[in-house]
C-alpha cells in the first residue's frame, strides 16, 4: 500500500513508532500529485521544496521526541480562500491572482504548531461562490470517481485531493454547503462545525454570518482528530465562541443505542434522485439495527431556507466584496480615466461571471425601496428557520438527510443555469442560517459508481454526537472502505 | 417591481460594475428567474417575527484599549497595485 492512501491516524502509528518519516509521507503525496494531479486538478499551488523542507524540520523534532500531536509530520493541504503567509492566496480569482497574505489564518497558525506539513492550495468556485468548482479562474477540478463530473463545490479542490490521496486531510470552508456536498460527491468525511468554533480569522469573507472552517478526511476519526486541532477560542474573530472545548477523540464511541433521528420528510421527496433516496433509507435502516430510533417529521421551511439563504448570503457577499477596489490589494485595471473608472473597470474585469451575479443581486436586495421586502424578510426567515430546528432537536439528537439532492452530475450539466445549481443546495443551507454543524459520510454508491453522502446535522455544539454517529456507522458498514479508492488511478489519458 | 434592464444598470453603477450588453441581458434573464423564487418567502406571516442577522447571540466583544504590534508596513504594500513613499497610490480625485 502507497503511503498516502493512509488515514492521519494510520499515519501517525508509522510516525510515532519509526516506521517511516515525514519526510517520506510528504515526498509520498508530492509524488502522488506530480503523477496525477495534472488529470484531477485540485491544486492551484504545490509547495514542493518547501513542504520537504519542513517535513525535515519536524521530522527532527520528532527524532527528539519533542512532538505529541496527531498531526506532526502530516500533509494538509488548504482551500485557497484561507490565509498563508508567503504563499499566493487567490479565492480562485483574476482579483487576487498575485495576492500573497502577510499573515497567516488562526487555523494555519494551529496547524503549524501541531507540526502538520502544508503541501499546497486548492482549487475552488471563486470566492466561493458555486456548488461545482467550475467558477474557478483558473481551472477545472475533476472528481476522482469519473473525470466527467464535478467535483461539487465550492470546496471542490479539497473533496477532490483527499478523495484521489492527494493530501493526507484537506481544509476547506462552508458557507451553503461547501464543504459537505463536494464530500458527499467524492466520498470523502466532510464537516461544517458548528458557527463560532472555529475562527474565521484569515479566511477571506464571502458571507460573514454564514462561513465557517472545517475538515475534509478520509474518515471520521481524522474529522475528530483535525476538529481538536483547529476548534478554540480566538480573540482576532469577534463572533468566536468562548467555552471548554471538549476533545473530540472521545466521541469516537460505538454505540447509538436509544438515539434519536428525525428524517424531514421534505428532504426525502420531490427532486431526490431515487438512488440517493435508497442510499440514505439503507442507512437509516443500519442505525435502527443499532438501536436508534428514527422517525419522520415536517421540517416545512426546506424550499424558503434557499430562498433565504441566498438573498443573505448574496447581501453579505456584495458587501464582503466591496473592498476589491483596485488600490490595496488585488487586481487593477491597466486604463481607466478617473478613481470612479478605476473601481469599476478593476472590478468588471477582475470578478467572473458568477461573482458579479451574486454582487448585483446582493446589491438589489440591500438596495432602498427592496431592503424589507427582501433582505429583511429573509432574516425574519432565518428566525423561522431556527426555531424549527429548535423544535426538531427537542425530539431529536440528528437531523438525517441527503447532503444533495443528486451524486456528482457532468461538467456544465448546470453551468448556463444558476437557480438550478442554487436549488441543489437545498439540504445543506438551513444548517448554516442557524449556525449549526452537519457531518456527511459516505453511504454508498448509484449505478453509475459515482459516491452518495449521509448528511447529520445536530444542534449547536453537537460535533461529539455528530462525531459518534458517523463513526458507529462507518465501523458497522463498509461503506467507508469503498469509498477509499486503492492503489494507482488510470485515467487513459 | 418588474426587474428591467434599468435596474440592471442601476444596481450595476451601485455595485461599480461596468456590464456589457452581452452581461446585461444574460444577468437581467437570470435575476428575473432568481427574484422570482425569492418571492416564494411572501407566502410566510413574518409580521410578528424578530429577524436574525447572527445567530449566536454575542454582544459587545470588546478589547483592552492597548496598542499591538501591527504588520510591517513594507509586506502590506506589496500586495498594492501602485505604491509611493509609503503610501497606496490612486489617480487624483482633487481638481
Given amino acids: ?493 | 417591481m418588474e426587474i428591467t434592464k434599468n435596474t440592471i444598470e442601476h444596481i450595476a453603477n451601485l455595485s461599480r460594475l461596468d456590464l456589457t450588453e452581452e452581461e446585461k441581458s444574460m444577468l437581467l434573464f437570470d435575476m428575473k428567474q432568481i427574484i422570482a423564487y425569492m418571492d416564494k418567502l411572501k407566502e410566510l406571516d413574518t409580521s410578528k417575527v424578530k429577524p436574525t442577522a447572527h445567530v449566536m447571540q454575542i454582544n459587545n466583544v470588546f478589547r483592552e484599549d492597548k496598542s499591538e504590534p501591527s504588520y510591517p508596513k513594507e509586506k502590506l504594500l506589496a500586495n498594492a497595485p501602485l505604491s509611493e513613499g509609503g503610501c497606496f497610490k490612486v489617480p487624483k480625485v482633487v481638481e
Fill in chain 1, 1 to 493: 500500500m502507497e503511503l498516502c492512501e493512509l488515514t492521519i491516524h494510520e499515519m501517525n502509528e508509522f510516525i510515532k513508532h519509526k516506521k517511516v518519516s515525514a519526510v517520506e509521507i510528504t515526498k509520498s503525496f508530492l509524488r502522488r500529485i506530480e503523477k496525477i494531479d495534472f488529470t484531477i486538478g485540485s491544486y492551484l499551488s504545490v509547495l514542493g521544496e518547501d513542504a520537504v523542507k519542513r517535513a525535515v524540520e519536524v521530522q527532527k523534532r520528532i527524532d527528539k521526541g519533542e512532538v505529541n500531536s496527531y498531526l506532526s509530520g502530516i500533509p494538509v493541504a488548504i482551500k485557497d480562500n484561507i490565509c498563508t503567509e508567503g504563499i499566493k492566496t487567490t479565492c480562485a480569482s483574476k482579483m487576487l491572482q498575485n495576492f500573497v497574505p502577510p499573515y497567516n489564518a488562526t487555523v494555519i497558525k494551529k496547524l503549524l504548531e501541531e507540526d502538520a506539513v502544508i503541501i499546497g492550495k486548492l482549487n475552488m468556485d471563486e470566492f466561493a461562490m458555486g456548488s461545482s468548482t467550475e467558477n474557478s479562474y483558473f481551472k477545472l477540478t475533476k472528481n476522482p470517481w469519473d473525470i466527467d463530473r464535478v467535483p461539487g463545490g465550492s470546496s471542490g479542490g479539497a473533496a477532490a485531493a483527499v478523495a484521489a490521496n492527494l493530501t493526507a486531510f484537506a481544509i476547506g470552508s462552508d458557507t451553503g454547503g461547501s464543504i459537505r456536498q463536494p464530500a458527499s460527491f467524492c466520498g470523502v468525511v466532510g464537516m461544517k462545525p458548528t458557527y463560532g468554533v472555529v475562527s474565521r480569522f484569515g479566511l477571506i469573507a464571502f458571507a460573514s454570518s454564514l462561513d465557517q472552517i472545517g475538515p475534509l478526511t478520509k474518515d471520521v476519526t481524522d474529522c475528530a482528530i483535525v476538529l481538536n486541532s483547529i476548534t478554540g477560542y480566538d480573540p482576532m474573530d469577534s463572533t468566536s465562541l468562548n467555552f471548554k472545548y471538549p476533545d473530540y477523540t472521545k466521541a469516537l464511541v460505538n454505540d447509538v443505542k436509544g438515539l434519536k433521528v428525525g428524517i424531514p420528510k421534505e428532504y426525502m421527496g420531490n427532486g431526490l434522485d431515487s438512488e440517493v433516496k435508497t442510499a440514505v433509507l439503507e442507512a437509516v435502516k443500519v442505525l435502527k439495527q443499532l438501536g436508534a430510533q428514527c422517525e419522520e417529521f415536517s421540517f416545512s421551511l426546506t424550499e424558503h431556507a434557499i430562498a433565504a439563504y441566498y438573498i443573505i448570503s448574496s447581501a453579505e457577499g456584495s458587501s464582503n466584496l466591496a473592498r476589491y477596489d483596485g488600490v490595496k490589494y488585488g487586481y487593477r485595471a491597466e486604463k481607466f480615466s478617473d478613481l470612479l473608472d478605476l473601481y469599476k473597470k478593476s472590478r468588471s474585469e477582475g470578478f467572473g461571471t458568477e461573482a458579479k451575479r451574486r454582487i448585483l443581486l446582493g446589491t438589489y436586495v440591500l438596495s432602498s425601496g427592496y431592503y424589507d421586502e427582501y433582505y429583511k424578510k429573509a432574516l425574519q426567515v432565518r428566525t423561522l428557520i431556527k426555531n424549527e430546528f429548535d423544535e426538531a432537536f427537542e425530539k431529536y439528537d440528528v437531523v438525517l438527510g441527503p447532503a444533495a439532492p443528486t451524486t456528482a452530475y457532468k461538467f456544465g450539466e448546470n453551468a448556463d443555469n444558476p437557480l438550478g445549481m442554487y436549488l441543489g443546495d437545498i439540504y445543506t443551507v438551513s444548517a448554516n442560517l442557524a449556525g449549526l454543524p452537519g457531518l456527511v459520510v459516505p453511504c454508498g454508491f448509484d449505478s453509475k459508481g459515482l459516491p452518495i453522502g449521509l448528511q447529520l446535522v445536530s444542534k449547536p455544539f453537537g460535533e461529539s454526537t455528530l462525531l459518534k454517529v458517523g463513526f458507529s456507522f462507518e465501523q458497522n458498514t463498509d461503506h467507508n472502505k469503498k469509498a477509499r479508492i486503492r492503489g494507482e488511478l488510470e485515467y487513459g489519458i
